[in-house]
């Protein structure tokens, strides 16, 4: 396996521009799903220089359950429907939080989150779970990403074929 490489670019479409091709390479050798995700949430950490945690939830049942992910200790289960997590996954939307203390119900995992962004991992329609990106700093994201990241769950749900 090659190592992820992204400049250290500000412009944070360039970083994608690289990332992603990279990003199908490393997972269109391997069938299995959670070392997929395991890699993916590593390669993101890398890339996204203002990302203090990312990862996935993944649905089970009525609930999302941590998984694989790069950063502080996070909530186990969050519930469909409740804080940024659970309304992105009910409404297979993607939610971009500029400012966590403003987002009615939202989870607190790290205190010293800031803003969020999550998308829906959507397979033909159906939801497998969410990606959540959180930063320490207010607006930290923007279209640019959740554009990117909607790509990232289709190259991602693409693979979870094998797994
Ligand atoms: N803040 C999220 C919970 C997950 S953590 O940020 C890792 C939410 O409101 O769903």
Known sequence: M???KVSSAEDRAEIYRELLPQLESLVSDETDFIANIAN????LKQALHYV???GFYLLKGDELVVGPFQGKVACTRIKI???VCGTSAEQKKTLIVP???EFPGHVFCDPDS???IVV???KNGTLLGVIDLDSLEYNSFDEVDAENL??????VARASDGG
């Open 99 to 101: 400012n966590v203390y």
């Open 150 to 155: 909607e790509r990232v769950a289709g190259i």
């Open 2 to 4: 090659e190592q992820i």
């Open 40 to 43: 993916v949430s590593a390669a």
């Open 120 to 122: 829906p991992l959507l």
């Open 52 to 54: 203090s945690w990312v």
């Open 114 to 116: 800031k803003s969020e």
């Open 81 to 83: 429907g409740s804080g």
